[in-house]
């Protein structure tokens, strides 16, 4: 199946870096939010962001003019998914409000349309017995920000067909991202997996009194060559977006170990989320 037509449905930073990375590929896209002013913040967002890059030389006044074409913003789901080849759920990390959305996906969309998750947590499977079509769902997880991160996993169920598989390899591609396909699901995939087990040992370490989130940040950086140390990424990512993927480990798992650490647990209860809030691990002016 050829995808000529996306729909992306939440339009936080997430969702309208999706919707604006397939319109810059040159892929007609529809962003969807039930808030009014989420889907004004996301239209804002692009226009700026666009702007930028032509000021900056990467691109063109002309390819972003287009880009912009390629791209609406709307509050009707129905409106979004009504021909859409593929649907992007990036909503919330709660399992209830995914199930919701997808059993609406499944009786607005067309019949041949893919529904994907971007779930960072619930492998499809959550989902998938929601709708009518579970050959045609599976996890596309882009990583924040999608707009520059180039790795995509992507998840099938056990009712997953090859079909939508290679369908959904294809649209990465296009996208100019690589993608990591995983033959069965596991909590966390493959990428957050690997990030928890540093996140932790780095609460750990602070936590014992053994070195400061700023040295911890330090070392992951300039001695490991991580772009971004695991204390300033939870702040970019948001701490309370870790804080629910945690949660959710533990309650699809029942493993103790998956529990938010402490020290995370305290800042999602003062409401530090990080960047967003202008406080997390770091403080932020702007």
């Known amino acids: 199946m050829t995808v000529t037509h996306i729909a992306v449905i939440g339009s936080g930073t997430m969702g309208r870096q999706i919707g604006m990375a397939c319109a810059v590929a040159g892929i007609t896209a529809t962003v969807q939010d039930i808030s009014a002013d989420a889907v004004d913040a996301a239209r804002d967002d692009m226009d700026t962001w666009l702007d930028g890059r032509v000021t900056k ?20 789901l129905e409106d979004a998914v009504g021909h859409a080849d593929l649907v992007i759920e990036a909503a919330t990390e709660k399992l209830d409000i995914k199930r919701s959305i997808f059993t609406r996906l499944d009786a607005l969309a067309p019949d041949h349309a893919i529904l994907a998750t971007n779930s960072s947590t ?5 989902v998938a017995d ?11 997880h882009f990583f924040n920000p999608a707009l520059v991160m180039k790795a995509v996993e992507i998840v099938r169920n056990p009712q997953t067909s090859d079909d939508t598989v290679a369908a959904v390899t294809a649209v990465v ?25 540093v996140r932790t040992e780095a609460l ?3 936590g014992s009194g053994v070195a400061s989130v700023e040295d ?28 629910d993927i945690r949660q959710a480990s533990y309650e699809m798992t029942g493993d103790p170990a998956e529990l938010p650490h402490p020290l995370l647990v305290e800042k999602y209860s003062s409401g530090d989320y990080g960047r967003k809030t202008g406080k997390g691990w770091y403080s932020y002016d702007d």
């Open 57 to 76: 030389g990467r691109l063109t006044a002309e390819d972003a003019a287009s880009a912009r074409s390629r791209i609406t913003f709307t509050t009707s």
């Open 130 to 140: 929601a709708t009518g079509r579970p050959d045609k769902v599976c996890n596309m």
């Open 173 to 197: 591609e296009a996208l100019g991202k690589k993608p990591v396909l995983l033959a069965k699901e596991t909590p966390g995939f493959v990428a957050n997996r690997l990030l928890n087990a």
């Open 204 to 206: 750990k370490l602070y």
């Open 122 to 126: 619930y492998g499809s499977s959550a």
């Open 216 to 243: 911890i940040d330090t070392a992951a950086t300039a001695a490991l060559g991580y772009p971004m140390g695991p204390f300033a990424l939870m702040d970019l990512v948001g701490i309370d977006v870790t804080y």
